[in-house]
């Protein structure tokens, strides 16, 4: 019991405040997820979220918007009592996060709201802001001395991008790394909540079938394809400084990467996982001018037709520049050179304004000699195994069989759990999973500063290259899958990109 309030805290009470509250990432994400969290009665009795904003409001006010909000964006329809339960959880707060002296009015306010809603201990600061703002809000947390009562917990969530560079993410760790230590600070990779990418390691962990065969002997290529439909809609200031490399590549696509060929870890602690990933990130093959040349293919979307809508070039969309070298597409084949994947090429694809909007890893197996079958020239095709994220959420394996009615034909069968989930990719789920394992202190699903390293120091040396690279842009129409080079890269080694 705390002695001056009177009040038995529960184990996760907690105080949840949120900067940026007024943005578009809490508006559409993050309270709808929070809802959810209440619905299915994930949160702890007492917890407060302070909802920090610097227009004019009241809570009242502020609470309407949130209602709106979720109505609008929650997968749940809206339950009075539930939304009820959720709006005495939030207390909106004028407050300008520029100001460093005011940090210090800020932490008084805290500790009111602590004592009256009996949640003393337990510190969650979600920086749900633009990147500039990050360091300087770390920076007013450890003048206003926020992060330094915390008799429980106090975890600072980072959201995306953690830096636009190695040398830019460095810096921004060490700011944080002054104010929290490394297990208190929740970098959000939002696709590392998707329940498929979680799925990777159940996949392969709970079934011999598959880990048994998980290698270089038994696997010809593997291929990760985010692909997307859409443009970049209102998103061009940050877009032009990101591009595909920064916005996917660096954060998602590594990160699945891992999941995909990590070694089992001895547990399913969050750093017996972490350090499992980050030994494939360590092995992955060096980045030499040699292999740049080779191995990768930037694009940029012209203009092109989608759903049988003419939409614009990328030059042309809204704020960005007329002559821009951003690339909202790119392909690339890595290996990683370790015992498991010597030779296994990974082909990666991703980008803006494709043919179709997709999120799959695709897991081709060997193929067995033609000895008995196939001997005239049959098309034989290939085992493959396919996780879908997104739209369509599920697994897809395809293997050979007879074909009952021609009696000597052999056909591809393909067994499929996926169903289509239209909004995977957007939808609040993956952040009531994050918001819980914050608040549960599973950092499993976050990336360790280890992992953004070596992420960003195999980005870096990609961007640099683009960067000094003279392309013709635009090079592929909106609405196909991307330049003539990304098929070239693939087709040269024999194979194709696969979509099922
Ligand atoms: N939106 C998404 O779907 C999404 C997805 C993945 C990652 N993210 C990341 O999430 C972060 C937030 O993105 P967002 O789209 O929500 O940005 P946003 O819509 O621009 O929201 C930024 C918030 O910061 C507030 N703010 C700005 N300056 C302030 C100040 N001096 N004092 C107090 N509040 C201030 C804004 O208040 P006003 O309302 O007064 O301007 C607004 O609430 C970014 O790092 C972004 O990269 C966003």
């Not at 959720?86 to 800020?106: A, G, P, Q």
């Not at 932490?107 to 360091?135: H, M, Q, W």
């Not at 203009?303 to 690339?332: P, Q």
Request: glycine share 6%.
């Amino acid at each position: 019991m705390n002695s001056e309030s009177g009040c038995i805290p529960e184990k996760l009470s907690s105080v949840f405040i949120i900067f940026g509250a007024t943005g578009d990432l809490t508006r559409r994400k993050l309270m709808s997820a929070l809802y959810n969290l209440v619905s299915d009665d994930l949160l702890p009795k007492n917890f407060v979220i302070i909802a920090i904003g610097r227009q004019d409001k009241t809570t009242d006010q502020y609470r309407e918007e949130v209602l709106a909000a979720i109505i609008k964006y929650s997968r749940n329809k809206v339950d009075p009592k539930i939304w009820q339960k959720l709006s005495s959880m939030i207390i909106y707060h004028k407050f300008d996060f520029k100001d460093l002296d005011e940090y210090v009015v800020l932490k008084s306010f805290i500790r009111k709201v602590e004592k009256d809603n009996c949640t003393e201990g337990n510190r969650v600061f979600y920086l749900a802001v633009a990147p500039l703002y990050f360091e300087t809000i770390v920076e007013g947390i450890q003048k206003g001395k926020l992060n330094e009562d915390c008799s429980g917990f106090c975890r600072c969530v980072i959201e995306k991008p953690f830096g636009k560079n190695l040398e830019t993410a460095t810096k921004l760790n060490e700011s944080i790394l002054k104010v929290f230590s490394e297990k208190n600070i929740y970098r959000i990779d939002h696709y590392l909540g998707k329940d498929m990418i979680q799925n990777i390691m159940v996949l392969r962990f709970c079934n011999s079938v598959f880990e048994s065969i998980w290698d270089n002997k038994h696997i010809d290529n593997i291929q990760i394809s985010l692909t997307e439909e859409l443009g970049i809609g209102s998103r061009a200031n940050y877009y032009e400084q990101s591009g595909a490399m920064r916005d996917m590549f660096q954060n998602h696509i590594m990160q699945i990467m891992s999941l995909v060929a990590m070694e089992p870890p001895v547990n399913l602690n969050m750093d017996s996982i972490r350090n499992e990933k980050q030994k494939v990130l360590e092995s992955i093959e060096e980045i030499s001018d040699e292999f740049l040349k080779k191995n990768v293919i930037f694009g940029q979307y012209g203009e092109g037709i989608i759903h049988g809508e003419k939409v614009s070039a990328y030059r042309d969309e809204e704020n960005v520049n007329h002559v821009s070298e951003t690339e909202t597409f790119v392909a690339l084949k890595m290996h990683i050179n370790n015992f498991r994947w010597a030779g296994v090429p990974f082909y990666i694809r991703t980008g803006k304004r494709l043919g179709t909007t997709s999120g799959e890893i695709i897991v081709q197996f060997k193929d067995l000699p033609n000895t008995l079958y196939y001997k005239e020239n049959r098309v034989k095709q290939p085992n493959l195994l396919i996780l879908h994220i997104q739209p369509n959420v599920g697994v897809f394996f395809q293997f050979n069989t007879k074909d009952f009615t021609t009696h000597n034909d052999i056909v591809p069968a393909k067994m499929d759990t996926s169903s289509f989930i239209p909004d995977q990719g957007n939808t609040p789920e993956a952040y009531e999973r994050l918001i819980h394992d914050i608040l549960r202190g599973d950092a499993s699903l976050f990336s360790r500063w280890d992992e953004v390293e070596s992420a960003w120091a195999i980005a870096d040396r990609i961007i640099k290259y683009r960067e000094q690279m003279k392309i013709d842009l635009p090079n592929y129409k909106a609405g196909s899958m991307g330049p003539q080079r990304a098929f070239d890269l693939i087709e040269k080694d024999g194979r194709n990109w696969i979509t099922v």
